[in-house]
């Protein structure tokens, strides 16, 4: 799976948009960009997940470039319960078995603190 | 919703013990894996499974085994804890129908090793 980079911290005030990059430059044609979050003593929850295009779900907003070598995850109102660290990976989807699928690979990832 | 649960949110041990740590998801996913989170390390997978009796190693196996009887339980093992073991272990499970594969995780479980 590709190698992310993100940065290590952010901060962000409540009500306004969190944007979090990542760098992903030696992504390969049939790795989908996923991000999931982990808050404090809590398991990393899924968050959203693109091959090309932009996506958008009840929880953010996901911006890949054309060239996919980086994205963008947007939180459009961020509140003080997404103080979370972030991380952005990218693996392949879809087969059964092997040794890679369904593996994530988790960086250090974004600490984003959202003030008041 | 899809649920993972662990067995135990902390857990003390002492050096030498056999432990076992249970996870058990409720939405008939054939994968499940096993994590260990240390700060500054990010999460690090240890096994994994994706089918009853099937496992596959991770990228640190080492000290640890998994048992995989049913479809909605996994267990890591660790046969002779040591203090390298004090960690922070999470339980996810996914499926390959869904299209996005997403992992969902458990609680975790706070594992020290005295």
């Known amino acids: 799976d590709a190698k992310t980079t993100q940065p290590p911290s952010m901060d962000c005030a409540e009500g306004r948009a969190a944007n979090l990059p990542c760098n992903h430059s030696t992504i390969s044609g049939n790795e989908y960009v996923y991000w999931y979050r982990q808050i404090h003593s809590q398991g990393p929850q899924y968050i959203i997940h693109?091959?090309?295009n932009n996506e958008t779900n009840e929880m953010a907003s996901l911006i890949i470039t054309e060239d996919r070598k980086s994205s963008t995850l947007i939180l459009p109102h961020a509140t003080l319960r997404d103080t979370a660290v972030y991380y952005c990976?990218?693996?392949?989807?879809?087969?059964?078995?092997?040794?890679?699928?369904?593996?994530?690979?988790f960086g250090q990832g974004t600490i984003l603190t959202v003030h008041p | 919703d899809v649920k993972v649960t662990q067995s135990s949110r902390y857990l003390v041990k002492r050096t030498g013990e056999k432990v076992f740590l249970e996870c058990v998801q409720d939405?008939?996913?054939?994968?499940m894996f096993w994590y260990r989170q240390d700060p500054g390390l990010g999460l690090r997978l240890i096994y994994f499974?994706?089918?009853?009796?099937?496992?596959e190693k991770g990228d640190i196996p080492e000290g640890y085994s998994v048992s995989r009887e049913k479809k909605e339980r996994f267990s890591l093992i660790l046969e002779s804890a040591s203090t390298n073991q004090t960690s922070m272990y999470l339980c996810?499970?996914?499926?390959?129908?869904?299209?996005?594969?997403?992992?969902?995780f458990g609680p975790g479980t706070r594992l020290l090793v005295l």
């Open positions: 996810a499970s996914s499926s390959w129908t869904e299209l996005r594969e997403t992992q969902y």
């Open positions: 499974s994706y089918d009853v009796k099937m496992k």
């Open positions: 693109g091959l090309k």
């Open positions: 990976i990218v693996r392949v989807v879809g087969g059964a078995g092997g040794t890679s699928y369904g593996k994530l690979t």
């Open positions: 939405m008939d996913h054939e994968n």
